[in-house]
């Protein structure tokens, strides 16, 4: 199994939040963070131990911050990436790491930090789930749910164009994911109409041409 993650994409909806956010020790720490585990995506051995291993610091550092939580379930669960190699080891890794993304979507009921802190949390979430196997995780449906919840965002027009696309983004992958064509073609759209210059876009034409007559 390998996960979909557009890395750059997902760089390029976060890479702003830090000054955005706040111009404190958090926002360095977990832009630091942010990078190092969106360099795992791919599923490389190395750069997903270290990304678990520099999780774990900055996890003892912000106990129960539900981002960082974020980022650990997701670089937890990117240990499971091979699923034909070891199944059974590789399962039991990857459902740790959506134990850990559970406890962060559920910190954020009581959140009280910057909104788009919780947008990133969410988003985190959103693609490894969507990005699962469905047939071994049954994570597709709660995926699908947190993009709607982001799409529905009481501030979706206030966040940043490049954030915007990456949700945009989302939901075309979730449509992939069901077979929706007509919502798959939809939200590629919005994608590039949306931050037409931005990575998300890269990825959005190139999904074009493949649904696309």
Known sequence: ?????????????FAYLSPVVANDQFAKDIEIAREIYLKATDGNKRAVRRAI?????????????????????????????NIGKRPLDRMRETEQGLNVLDRALRKL???KGHYLEAVEARLVAAYVFINLPNSYFHRLKEGNHLV?????????????????????????????????????KHYLQLTLKTDPDGKSSEEARALLKRVEP
């Open 109 to 111: 009921r009581s959140h």
């Open 53 to 81: 291993k520099t999780i774990h610091r900055l996890e003892r550092k912000y106990k129960n911050h539900p981002l960082v939580l974020a980022y650990k379930g997701g670089a937890l669960s990117l240990r499971g990436v």
């Open 148 to 184: 709607e919840q982001l799409l529905a965002h009481p501030r979706f027009a206030d966040m940043p164009s490049e954030l915007q696309a990456a949700i945009y983004f989302a939901a075309a992958t979730s449509a992939d994911k069901h077979k929706n064509q007509a919502q798959l």
């Open 1 to 13: 199994m390998k996960y979909i993650y557009p890395v750059l994409l997902l760089f390029s909806a």
